[in-house]
């Protein structure tokens, strides 16, 4: 085997903990070590990897070929994103859709400028699920495309539940409407309105002597976050919150609905679904997939800003051409 | 709008008919004409698009940016694709499994001397399904892959049908077993031998007089077509299927069933499904959609044979990567 592909993960949540464990399973990658902003003394890896601050990284440039960013979008890649493309080849998961062009324009200009190579947004959704849209956007131009999540734990909507007043935890799952999912798949091509795609289910742990009608009301009618939907709201207690509510399952599903033919009447539905006992291991998985990319796009010379739609699916194996188009094409 | 992408047909069969319709479907795209091995005359087209003798697409090199050949895999593509890859940039849907790295390698040499792009094997399986095998296969290494094919109509074991003494007509539909489908989506990982995946319906037009009984044993143990696995065969009138098995559904899935985690107990489904109400129009409408990958990998200066696996899914789209990072990412 060739020299392996060295990898850096910045941060260790959810996501640094399943990248850390996902390089296991690839043989061609190495973990160099995880970077974090707490004391790495009091950091308790899943592997005997070594542990870093993250202000070490910068003299590592070296010993590094892909730094993974771990964080969360809404505030560590705004500003880790860039720092770390002057320095290093990476790959981020940043997920807050409306400002993806603005952080794609920044990332962009960072890793040109310093000849890397920087693949932002990658997980399923945006990631996978996006390469599914585009696949059948093109494909079927005469068509519509939906998108469905869940059932699964939304984290924005978690935090919003646990800031209500009187709410000690709290934990939100999106939950599609089976209905809605069925007449997309017949080719029905229905019109569906927020409230009509998905429900969402709400385990709350109140605080003692809280007022329960008052908590329920506060978040079914919350604005942007709940008024839009059908919300169900359970109080349990913080014993069952942790008993049944730690694992983090998500999924979803893509589905494009197209007609061809002389007349546009022929119909074709294509779906892509995902049914994933932990959103972070899954999503971990797949920032370690474009790693091999990354690198490969790097080896070549390239540099800038990429999305999942730019880079080629057997990129991301470690097979080479030869051995995918015979067990794979 | 830009200059159109200029494209050619060989081959008038249910493929090159469903291209002809499908770059209707595409306003970046016209089409040049539609190349013959029949007499021009006697072709009736779906649009009003020129019709020529498949030898004039010689002296036409400057007028085609891509040709779509639409011609079979078994006796026509082996010799046309070589033949036009030495011209035009070319996208084929060679679907024989086991002879794709020799017709990858004559293809490749063709048009790598040619300064020609060749995209081969472009379709749905191989194809569409290809990529999910890929993607599947590099995000969750330790895991199975699963292809089901169907309900749809098998070409191949139709023509065997016809081939039996006694038959006049007939068709064969393959189908997939739903208890071994969903024993993949729930993770089991079970080991699946031919017989429990599929199943084969056929339905046969028998010759005045003759012997059904006869004609049913020989399709149930006739080797590599049906004797592995279970065969239902129904006798019809000719009155009947032309009525009720003239259109060309098929579909299918691929399911990657994954494991992640320090345990390696975290299961992950992913799963691609077609559900066609037609495959030549729906494999068509891919190939309109590769023949515009293929125009920008000649502009880029790209040459030699590539695959589906080969190609970024932005390759495929009419939008630009700013429009498609906005509304698709």
Known sequence: MSKKIRIGIVGYGNLGRGVELAISQNEDMELVGVFTRRDPEQLTLATDAPKYRVEDAAGMQGEIDVMILCGGSATDLAVQGPQFAAQFHTVDSFDTHAKIPEYFAAMDKTARENGKVAAISVGWDPGLFSINRAYGDAILPQGKTYTFWGRGVSQGHSDAIRRVKGVKNGIQYTIPIEDAVERVRTGEDPELTTRQKHLRECFVVAEEGADHAAIEQEIKTM??????????????????????????????????????????????????????????????????????????????????AVTVLDIAPAMLSPKDGAQLRKELL
């Open 223 to 304: 604005p942007n976050y709940f008024s839009d939907y059908d919300t169900i709201v359970h109080f349990i207690t913080e014993e069952e919150l942790k008993a049944e509510h730690s694992a983090m399952p998500h999924g979803g599903f893509v589905i494009r609905s197209g007609k061809t033919g002389k007349d546009r009447n022929t119909k074709h539905i294509v779906e892509y679904s995902l049914k994933l006992d932990s959103n972070p291991e899954f999503t971990s998985s797949v920032l370690v997939a474009y790693a091999r990319a990354v690198y490969r796009l790097a080896q070549a010379g390239q540099s800038g």
